[in-house]
Nanobody, 114 residues
Framework: QVQLVESGGGLVQAGGSLRLSCAAS????????MGWYHQAPGKQRELVAA???????AYADSVKGRFTISRDTAVTTVYLQMNSLNPEDTGVYFC????????WGQGIQVTVSS
């Protein structure tokens, strides 16, 4: 059974930073990519950042230069360092792993106050 456990969310003032973590366990198989989606209140879930098995990364335009995605050497934990947060970053962040199928975390709340 695959499990993704997110941590690190919370409430922060605009301009502040948070670091999200997502630990994967279980029989995931060969991971092609790991990353994070953001779902703002009343909006659809959108890709924020992804890191591929090659180490390549991709970011949404809205977070380039502010967010950094990374992973541990075992490729079981993915991190999202979020700097210069603004109220538009508020919402639920979901981590995912893409292998033979996509698995999702339960989501973690990030609230940025103005």
């Amino acid at each position: 059974q695959v499990q993704l456990v997110e941590s690190g969310g919370g409430l922060v003032q605009a301009g502040g930073s948070l670091r999200l973590s997502c630990a994967a366990s279980g029989s995931i198989g060969n991971i092609h990519a790991m990353g994070w989606y953001h779902q703002a209140p009343g909006k659809q879930r959108e890709l924020v950042a992804a890191i591929m098995s090659s180490g390549g990364t991709a970011y949404a335009d809205s977070v380039k230069g502010r967010f950094t995605i990374s992973r541990d050497t075992a490729v079981t934990t993915v991190y999202l360092q979020m700097n210069s947060l603004n109220p538009e970053d508020t919402g639920v962040y979901f981590c995912f792993t893409s292998a033979s199928m996509v698995h999702w975390g339960q989501g973690i709340q990030v609230t940025v106050s103005s």
